[in-house]
């Protein structure tokens, strides 16, 4: 589920990859430069120097500082003074009429020419169908069974609910109006009913497969529903909220609350369960006491006690406006995506309140597959990139929309991806994985 950081990364740029070869550095990776710790050697985003992710390179040893020791403005000497690859200075260094090099020579976001917004060259994915019914889907979910795909949809004030066929994309109940913003959907285990944010935000309902309304529930003491997460038994829904900062368990058949913490927060993008539904977890982006930037916090919960066993504290120079969390399938490790003065990272923790990585990566949004083998992340600017969870390493990358894009989600059998953003509303993607 993603929402606070949308408005915040919509001038985010596209996330560039550069594999440099570096070691991490070995005193406190907090410490010395700005920019995100390298993990191996490796950056989404920008280039590891000295440990570090960062864009701009290391001019050190130049007279000038600028890289060119002759002092002409043409530091390699190869007659591109700017350094850029293009000496005519046309913007395009290739000659082939696309300066950008992504095979879309006019920039409209349609490489093909034809107006249907279709992707460049894909890599490890097959694109099966596209919908443009509905807004921009802010959260998706697949049934259970993979035959629905259930989308909350937020543009401007508008709200709603959908139910797309997961064969072929037709819309199988709605667009239903529900909320100002609806940013949660969340299918019952059993997959006989559908959470997902109602009107006026303050509270969920329950749809049926087909879509019919069975009933609503009010959020938590008044405040805007920003999260819904099932239970694994089906029994309890996770509400979280914005104004009041609160976190509330329900009783899925009634509605009955069952418990409620005060959340210090200012938002609550995302609540999630750990397999079992042993231990549940919440991202908050805060503003502490006598602090003038904001941070991210993850609360950990133990479900048989109902109290709060960790709060981790994200650095602060890498996380002010939280975007999504993840429990990785079979692991006590959650991940949580962030946004610091522009640039992404992802954090990896443990559960029992120890961060053990950070990763510079522009995602707004992340989902593993059933397995947990493969994470992927979305930028705000519609491009995904499947990595191995533990090496970072990239498996796959593809541009899937133009414009804002905000959600992504994996399918049970670990075959299909769905995307979400401005344009197209929605895509589908058939993954191939070689051995």
Known sequence: ???????????????????????????????????????????????????????????????????????DGDASGDGDPSGDGDPSGDGDPSGDGD????????????????GDGDPADVIGATLIWTSNVGNIPAD??????????ASGGWEGFDGDFALRSVANGS??????????????VSWSPTGDRIAS??????GYALFSPGGQNLGTATGCWGGNTTALAWHPNGEEIL?????????????AQTGANIEDWPIEGYVQVGVVWSNSGARFATLVGDIPQGWFQPVCYVHV??????????????????????????????????????????????????????????????????????DGSKLALMSSDGHVWIVDPDSWAVQHQFWAHSGLSLSIAWSHDGQLLATGGETPRLRLWQLQFGN
């Open 1 to 71: 589920m993603k929402l606070s950081s949308a408005a915040s990364t919509l001038g985010l740029g596209v996330l560039g990859l550069a594999l440099a070869g570096c070691s991490e550095p070995e005193a406190d990776p907090y410490a010395g430069l700005p920019g995100h710790p390298c993990h191996q050697g490796v950056c989404l985003l920008g280039t590891c120097i000295q440990g570090y992710c960062l864009e701009v390179p290391d001019d050190e040893g130049e007279s000038g500082g600028d890289g060119d020791p002759s002092g």
């Open 99 to 114: 300066p950008s090099g992504d095979g879309d020579p006019s920039g409209d976001g349609d490489p093909s020419g034809d």
């Open 140 to 149: 998706l979910e697949f049934s259970p069974d993979d035959s629905l795909l």
């Open 171 to 184: 819309v199988v109940a709605g667009p239903i109006d529900t909320a100002l913003d609806n940013w949660a």
């Open 197 to 202: 944010i109602w009107t006026g935000n303050t």
């Open 239 to 251: 509400v979280g909220t914005d104004q009041l900062d609160h976190l509330c368990l329900r009783d």
């Open 301 to 370: 919960f133990d479900r048989g006690t109902l109290e709060l066993i960790n709060s981790i504290t994200l650095e602060p120079d890498y996380c002010e406006h939280p975007s999504d969390l993840a429990w990785r399938p079979g692991t006590q490790l959650i991940y949580a995506t962030g946004e610091f003065e522009g640039q992404g990272v992802v954090a990896r923790m443990n559960a029992t309140g120890t961060v053990t990585g950070y990763f510079g990566a522009d995602a707004e949004s992340l989902a593993f597959s059933p």
